[in-house]
């Protein structure tokens, strides 16, 4: 009965501590700011069964964004809806599969619980996690039936240039032409401040899918509202049929709010991306004063970073004391070890916490690394 692969991510969705550094979103919607029943025309919605390959307004808003048609897009429930029926889909037993750590687990996960062959290329923290095409490619055989990328990635937040991903495709193209490149863009447009967001890769050929959500940009991840985007017919029609025979098809409710959202996205997303801006210069002063004990790798985008304990002053043991003394002080960190890295890398959420809630959750993160060495002493 093992199918599903047990991380303790699964803690982010349980009851949460008093300083949460560990959560990789920003601020949550709350639904007075979006919620207009007269002009949404919410009154009147039938609460019937909605299209399995959803609601072809939001298709169309959701195509918008990537530069693509409507009927190029599938929605799901939840971004993690996609990369699951992907798996299924493409990946049968024992056939291979090529994903690059660290990563958000349950990409990983999904790849395992069908029974894929996993091919895993480990990205170096000093390397800034940059994804080199030769050592990814390397991985292919007539075999690989999905790479599976994340740009940006979790937990890094490091994009991934389309140059490789135009070089992955055409060693692909080369070795394995039927197989598929999987980028996961959940973070693309939390971007900072006034920056400009990267271009979907959405539009780099047939044997590319994309996958979002609105849990991440949008602050909305209560609507359980992805989508799973694909010039490939064949297989746009399998992601609705295995839509269709796993959930039927996605809530109205959430389809028309998702549709509210992305409607007034230029105003939700704005704000989001002042408060990130702010948050992440915090969370760069704040490596900076603690630059004998901590190194990161800025991200390109996102509410989230990846920090180093750096070896000279912590040996294992203390890395270890690290982490207990963050849980009684009743704080959490993403622990390496839950994406496929070592413990003494963490991952730090900076968008989610208020300005004020953000310098007191690092300053509990000061207590923590003082106690792991005086400990030691």
Known sequence: MNRFVRNEIISLVGGAPRHDLAESLGPDLRLAELLDV????????????????GDAALRAEIAG?????????????????????????????????????????????????????????????????????????????????????ASPQNPSGVAVPHATMTTVLSAMAERCPDAFLLVDETYRQAVYADDTPAPSAARLGAQVIVTGSLSKCHGAPGLRVGWAITKNRALREQLTLGKFNTVIANSTIDEALALA?????????????????????????????????????RPDAGALCCVRLRRDRFDEAAVTRFHAALARLDARVGNGNWFGEEPR?????????????????????????????????
């Open 38 to 53: 007269e002009s949404d025309g919410l009154r009147d919605l039938a609460l019937a069964y909605a299209t399995a390959a």
């Open 65 to 149: 964004l990537h530069g693509v048609a409507p009927d190029d897009v599938v929605t799901t429930i939840g971004g993690m809806h996609a990369l699951f029926l992907t798996a299924y889909i493409l990946c049968g037993r024992g056939e291979d599969a090529i994903i690059a750590t660290p990563v958000f687990p349950p990409a990983r996960d999904a790849l395992i619980s069908v029974g894929a062959n996993l091919k895993t290329r480990p990205l170096s923290f000093d390397e800034s996690y940059r994804i080199d095409p030769a050592r990814l490619t390397a991985l292919l055989s007539p075999a690989t039936r999905l790479v599976s990328v």
């Open 261 to 297: 959202v992305l409607r007034r996205a230029d105003r939700i997303i704005g704000v989001r991306r002042k408060h990130l801006a702010e948050g992440l210069a915090r969370t760069a002063a704040w490596i900076e004063r603690n630059a004998a004990l901590l190194e990161w790798i």
């Open 345 to 377: 890398v963490f991952r730090v959420g900076f968008g989610l916490l208020s300005i004020p809630e953000l310098e007191t959750a690092l300053n509990v993160v000061d207590s923590a690394l003082r106690a792991a060495q005086r400990e030691a002493a």
